[in-house]
């Protein structure tokens, strides 16, 4: 095992979760919003050549978080326009996170079963 690699996961991750932590603590964003901006940012990001450096030097460190939800829709939507042309800006975000979407909705259907569901009030 690479533990310099873990320690890069683990240090580029929390800082991640810190950004997060801290939107939600000092702004008055929603959660939903939190969460959409930084998809937008590893998409954005991943455009312009800065998000995948930082994935070759974190590994899972910058994949598991949102931004790098983001990073792999893009990815994959510069991949499939290279493939499919144009078709590919429709297909290509969608098949590249289609395992991790399973997962969560496959997970998401698990705790569901498992769960006691009631009024918030």
């Known amino acids: 095992m690479d533990w310099m690699m873990v320690l890069k996961?683990?240090?580029?991750?929390?800082?991640?979760?810190?950004?997060?932590q801290l939107l939600i603590d000092l702004t008055s964003m929603t959660p939903a919003r939190i969460l959409v901006l930084f998809v937008t940012l590893g998409v954005a990001l991943y455009?312009?050549?800065?998000?995948?450096?930082?994935?070759?030097?974190?590994?899972?460190?910058?994949?598991?978080p949102l931004l790098g939800f983001?990073?792999?829709?893009?990815?994959?939507?510069?991949?499939?326009?290279?493939?499919?042309g144009l078709l590919g800006s429709i297909t290509g975000g969608v098949t590249a996170a289609a395992g991790g979407i399973a997962t969560s909705i496959f997970f998401g259907f698990l705790c569901a079963l498992v769960a006691k569901s009631h009024d918030k009030s």
């Open 9 to 20: 996961a683990f240090i580029v991750g929390g800082l991640i979760c810190i950004a997060g």
């Open 47 to 64: 455009a312009v050549g800065i998000y995948g450096p930082l994935v070759d030097f974190a590994g899972a460190g910058a994949t598991v």
């Open 70 to 84: 983001g990073y792999a829709l893009g990815k994959g939507v510069e991949e499939a326009v290279k493939a499919n």
